[in-house]
T-cell receptor, first 114, second 114 residues
Framework: AQSVTQLGSHVSVSEGALVLLRCNYS??????LFWYVQYPNQGLQLLLK??????LVKGINGFEAEFKKSETSFHLTKPSAHMSDAAEYFC????????????FGAGTRLFVKA | DAGVIQSPRHEVTEMGQEVTLRCKPI?????LFWYRQTMMRGLELLIY????????DSGMPEDRFSAKMPNASFSTLKIQPSEPRDSAVYFC????????????FGNGTRLTVT
C-alpha cells in the first residue's frame, strides 16, 4: 500500500530565506508525485508534479522539487520565501498502475515571518 | 473554464438531518473524487467515479454516506442522518483520463453538524 509522510506539520521561515518542505513516500513501484498548495478557505491547487523524465521539476511561484528514487523522497524547495507563500502544502502520490487513489500527506503549514 | 463548482459553500445543520452536497466537475473530466478534510484525519478519499460509475467506495465511512453521479456534469454526496462527527470540509475534485493528470479541486463545502 502507498503512503506519504511529510516531516514537520509546521515550518517557519523568514522572508527571503530558503523554503524546504520534506516528503517521503512508500510504494512498491515509483508512483506519480505531486505537490499541492492550499490557501485558507480554498481547495487545493497544483504546484508541480513528477511523472517521468527529468527528476528536478519546476512549478508555479518559483517552487521546485526533486525526485530521488534511492531516498524515496520528493522534497519541495524555494530559494527565497515571500509572504504570499504562507499556506498549507500537501505532498501526494498516485499509483502508476492499478486504481486511481491519490493519497495525500498530512500537510505542512508554512509560516513566513517579515 | 469555471473549474470545479461545489455547493453550498457552508452548511449548518442539526444532528439527524439529511445533508446533500453538490458538485459540478470540469467538462470533459472522466474522473470525479470526493474527499473529506479534518484536522485529525487530514484528507481522506471517500469515493471516486469513472464515467459516472462508482469505482471505489471503500473510503465511505458508514452506510449513512451515499454518493451518486447521475450524469457527467453532476454528483451528490448525501449524509443521512448526519452526526456531529461528520463536521468537516468536503471537497470534490475531477481529473481527465490518465493517472499523470493532477486533481482539480473545488473550493469545498464546510459542514457543521450541531
Amino acid at each position: 500500500a502507498q503512503s506519504v509522510t511529510q516531516l514537520g506539520s509546521h515550518v517557519s521561515v523568514s522572508e527571503g530565506a530558503l523554503v524546504l518542505l520534506r516528503c517521503n513516500y512508500s510504494s512498491s513501484v515509483p508512483p506519480y508525485l505531486f505537490w499541492y498548495v492550499q490557501y485558507p478557505n480554498q481547495g487545493l491547487q497544483l504546484l508541480l508534479k513528477y511523472t517521468t523524465g527529468a527528476t528536478l521539476v519546476k512549478g508555479i511561484n518559483g517552487f521546485e522539487a526533486e525526485f530521488k528514487k534511492s531516498e524515496t523522497s520528493f522534497h519541495l524547495t524555494k530559494p527565497s520565501a515571500h509572504m504570499s507563500d504562507a499556506a498549507e502544502y500537501f505532498c501526494a502520490v498516485s499509483p502508476n498502475t492499478g486504481g486511481f487513489k491519490t493519497i495525500f500527506g498530512a500537510g505542512t503549514r508554512l509560516f513566513v515571518k517579515a | 473554464d469555471a473549474g470545479v463548482i461545489q455547493s453550498p459553500r457552508h452548511e449548518v445543520t442539526e444532528m439527524g438531518q439529511e445533508v446533500t452536497l453538490r458538485c459540478k466537475p470540469i467538462s470533459g473530466h472522466d474522473y470525479l473524487f470526493w474527499y473529506r478534510q479534518t484536522m485529525m484525519r487530514g484528507l481522506e478519499l471517500l469515493i471516486y467515479f469513472n464515467n459516472n460509475v462508482p469505482i471505489d467506495d471503500s473510503g465511505m465511512p458508514e452506510d449513512r454516506f451515499s454518493a451518486k453521479m447521475p450524469n457527467a456534469s453532476f454528483s451528490t454526496l448525501k449524509i443521512q442522518p448526519s452526526e456531529p462527527r461528520d463536521s468537516a470540509v468536503y471537497f470534490c475534485a475531477s481529473t481527465p483520463t490518465g493517472r499523470k493528470a493532477p486533481l482539480h479541486f473545488g473550493n469545498g463545502t464546510r459542514l457543521t453538524v450541531t
